[in-house]
């Protein structure tokens, strides 16, 4: 691999190999290094474009979240999360243009979020939930940066809120909130810091 690939951080390189075997690419050096520069454009401008906006950056954002945000994902798409309006906000998704896998866009004039998110070191997103039919959504479900379902932590309730933390700041438990319990599971991650 060439320059381009090898200015990513190592999680995004490991997402880029990922999503270059199943995008509809060549699984070649060349297409994970046409992945890689469309994504450090994709970065460069998202940070530009945040700077000039004086945006704040996080690592969370709650359901509640009254305010709008703007997320660049480590395949290099973007989303865009309106403010908050009668409990829904408009929520558009642009891809890299690259992939075959996923739509190039879409768009959602009424979309809810998923109770709280957190994203780990790796960037996976932690989404708390509940309230569907099949009880085996109560609790914690874990997506790839790509959107692939990881796993999910079932509850015999609904969980509301999570967040990372743990012994000595090592940030490897799951907290989480639900209707009547507090739960605290190990997981083999660390949340990101906020």
Known sequence: MSDFFSQNPDHVRDHIKNITETSGLPDTDE???LVAQAWLEKRDAFSTRTAELQ???????AREEERGAIVLTYSGSLLTLGPLVDGRRQADY????????VPDSAS????????????DE???LWCAGGWAPDK??????????????LGRIVLPEVAANLSFGGYQHNRSRLYICASTSLYAVYVHTRGLGV
């Open 31 to 33: 297409s994970a290094e």
């Open 55 to 61: 945006m704040e950056e996080w690592d969370e954002f």
């Open 136 to 149: 085996n959504f109560n609790g914690v479900s874990v997506f790839a940066p790509d959107g692939t379902p």
């Open 122 to 124: 790796d960037g996976n």
């Open 94 to 101: 642009l891809s890299i243009g690259l992939r075959g896998d």
């Open 108 to 119: 959602d004039d009424s979309a809810e979020l998923s109770d709280d998110i957190r994203v």
